[in-house]
């Protein structure tokens, strides 16, 4: 394909790579023409299905001309807030068909933290899984111009319509928005990352080539499909080889992984690393041949992890790095296992450039430290709406404000993050998320929250408060305000409440009145 | 007389809330409306429910349970094998 459809600079790269594919049901719909009867999902669980890509085909199709009869429109937003499901999968291409932008929610995130994204995002309707019924019930009224649809069953849905088989997806081009996905934000509210159907395809086509995805392989994917790396990994990089996939909810994964892995033969799994550690504790042993390789990224992975879960199971584990605004995976260390360079983040994928870049926007020489920047076909045009968040794409480069090196190999190492971020298990949470939550309670003078060491999920949170003189209040009372306020992940794990400590009046904070994250984070090493 | 029903009702309770550190639990929930309930914690239910019954599910069955009614069906499936 030609670089004309990279219309922003830090899309640019100084050569061409070849798409197929108009759109991403383009190239559903191109793979089910080849293996109509080739078995695509699997679906285990209580409600096991399964659909071959001619079934697939079939009901997206379907489903794709019942949201045009729903009134929906080419570049309507549409929020899904599903759990790894088939219902979120055949809204999600159905949407795409008929050029629809999907908004995918995490369920588990709190009434408030979801009605701002459907409200920031534009979303037209929601579908959601009826068993969020009493969660997502707390928002109807107080959103008037949005459409909710309950949705148990997809079947359900089009059965109201007499619709066809079929629907051409040749309206929707490669620059259309794809998907808009949030992530975590500096200011507190999550920022929607939006990415192109050539974003998509364009990351999908890298990891499938990069390790050399066939029909026969098949992925097993366990991360959630609402955020990019279950989307592209497991989802749309092995669609793209005509390969299979096992869908299965993430809650449920983890004590049967091992015997999922097995009863579907999974060739493919992409994880966090949290996941290596919590499958090394549990007594659970692999009873496969089939498992080829396991994709690692989204946390650090300690050396310790790689090589007790290798030694013990295995299997080699290829860890990459990448970021929402990088659609998946950037970079991935090579393939096959016995070229990886163990502790390296890897090497660019075909469809981005990398660069570590020093703050005056040059690269650095080899082995010396800066950011972590990528440009490409894989990264976002930008985030929606905000164009200060939006400075991260700048000078023909995303800028990941993660810091690392490069090798005379041209191996990438990532060093850790510049900002407060914390990474917990996978997830990014900003301080800030935590903080306007607890500053919403009268009896908190200030606070701040820093991630502190986990060993299982590499980080945790932890909220510094300083309660106003002659308050009562205590941890408890603070743990219960924060509970329904904010996602059950993002609780703080320790409360530390700073008028009980002797050696910390206040937050440390700079000349500026910035608070300092990083002297307190020393000082919870050092102190506490 | 308390029948057998109550009865399981009341030892899963014990367990759910002591697994989900909750005050309340409400038997009907699916595991979408118990926000604490994610893959540890679902692992954490899975050994404390063998332990109570003394009964030991099968892998695939674990991979059903996505609500308390059906870890309910589930038990009551094992105890009456034995």
């Not at chain 1, 949030?182 to 080539?209: E, Q």
């Not at chain 1, 009873?287 to 989204?298: R, Y």
Request: aromatic share 10%; with cysteine; proline share 3%.
């Amino acid at each position: 394909m030609k670089n004309n459809h990279l219309n922003q600079e830090h899309q640019k790269i100084n050569y061409q790579i070849k798409l197929d594919y108009n759109n991403v049901c383009d190239l559903l719909f191109k793979k089910a023409a080849e293996n109509p009867n080739k078995k695509f999902l699997i679906c285990p669980g209580e409600k096991h299905e399964e659909f071959t890509y001619s079934e697939f085909e079939i009901i997206v199709s379907q489903t794709s001309q019942f949201l045009i009869k729903s009134g929906l429109k080419k570049n309507d937003k549409i929020s899904l807030i599903f759990h790894n499901s088939s219902e979120f999968l055949i809204l999600y291409f159905a949407g795409l068909c008929c050029g629809l932008t999907i908004v995918p929610i995490n369920p588990v995130m709190s009434s408030r933290e979801i009605k701002y994204i459907i409200e920031d995002s534009d979303s037209k309707t929601v579908f959601y899984s009826d068993t969020l019924e009493s969660k997502i019930s707390q928002i109807i009224d107080s959103l008037s111009n949005t459409n909710f649809k309950k949705t148990k069953s997809i079947k359900d849905l089009i059965s109201l319509y007499d619709i066809g088989k079929k629907i051409e997806c040749d309206q929707v081009s490669l620059n259309d928005m794809a998907v808009i996905i949030y992530t975590s934000g500096t200011t507190g509210n999550p920022k929607g990352v939006i990415l192109s159907h050539l974003n998509l395809l364009s990351d999908a086509m890298g990891i499938s080539k990069w390790f050399q995805f066939t029909k026969d392989s098949r992925c097993l994917c366990i991360l959630p499909l609402f955020h990019n790396n279950g989307q592209i990994t497991t989802l749309l990089a092995p669609l793209y080889a005509g390969a299979s996939t096992v869908i299965i909810k993430g809650k449920i994964s983890l004590y049967a992984f091992w015997f999922l892995v097995n009863e579907y033969q999974a060739t493919w799994t992409s994880v966090m690393a949290s996941i290596l550690s919590i499958l090394l504790s549990l007594p659970n042993e692999r009873k496969d041949n089939s498992l080829t390789g396991i994709l690692c990224g989204g946390q650090i992975l300690t050396r310790s992890v790689q090589e007790q879960f290798e030694k013990r199971f295995n299997v080699p584990i290829f860890e990459g790095y990448g970021l929402t605004e990088t659609t998946s995976f950037s970079c991935i260390n090579n393939y096959p296992a016995e070229n990886r360079k163990i502790g390296s983040i890897g090497k660019p994928l075909q469809i981005n450039e990398m660069s570590i870049l020093n703050e005056n926007g040059q690269e650095v020489e080899e082995s010396i430290e800066g950011e972590i920047c990528i440009r490409g076909y894989n990264v976002a045009g930008g985030y929606l709406g905000d164009t200060k968040i939006n400075h991260a794409f700048r000078n023909g480069w995303f800028h990941s404000g993660d810091y690392g090196t490069k090798d005379k190999d041209g191996n990438f190492y990532f060093h850790g993050r510049q900002d407060s971020l914390i990474i917990k298990g996978g997830e990014n949470i900003y301080p800030a998320e935590l903080e306007n939550v607890l500053y919403n309670h009268p009896d908190v003078d200030e606070c701040a929250v820093i991630g502190i060491p986990d060993e299982l999920l590499g980080e945790d949170i932890c909220a510094f408060v300083k309660i106003k003189d002659k308050s009562q209040l205590t941890k408890n009372d603070l743990e219960k305000f924060c509970k329904d306020k904010i996602t059950a992940y993002k609780q703080p794990k320790k409360i530390i409440v700073i008028n009980d400590l002797v050696d910390l009046n206040e937050i440390p904070k700079g000349p500026t009145k910035k608070i300092l994250y990083r002297k307190l984070k020393e000082y919870y090493q050092n102190s506490l | 007389m308390v029948d057998s029903k109550t009865i399981l009702d009341t030892r899963l309770e014990k367990i759910l809330k002591e697994v989900f550190r909750a005050e309340k639990i409400d038997l009907n929930f699916s595991m979408d409306e118990i926000p604490e309930w994610d893959s540890f914690k679902h692992y954490e239910l899975i050994i404390a429910i063998e332990n109570e019954f003394k009964i030991k599910l099968e892998d695939a069955d674990t991979i059903e349970i996505t609500s308390i009614p059906i870890i309910k069906s589930k038990i009551l499936k094992y105890l009456n094998e034995k």
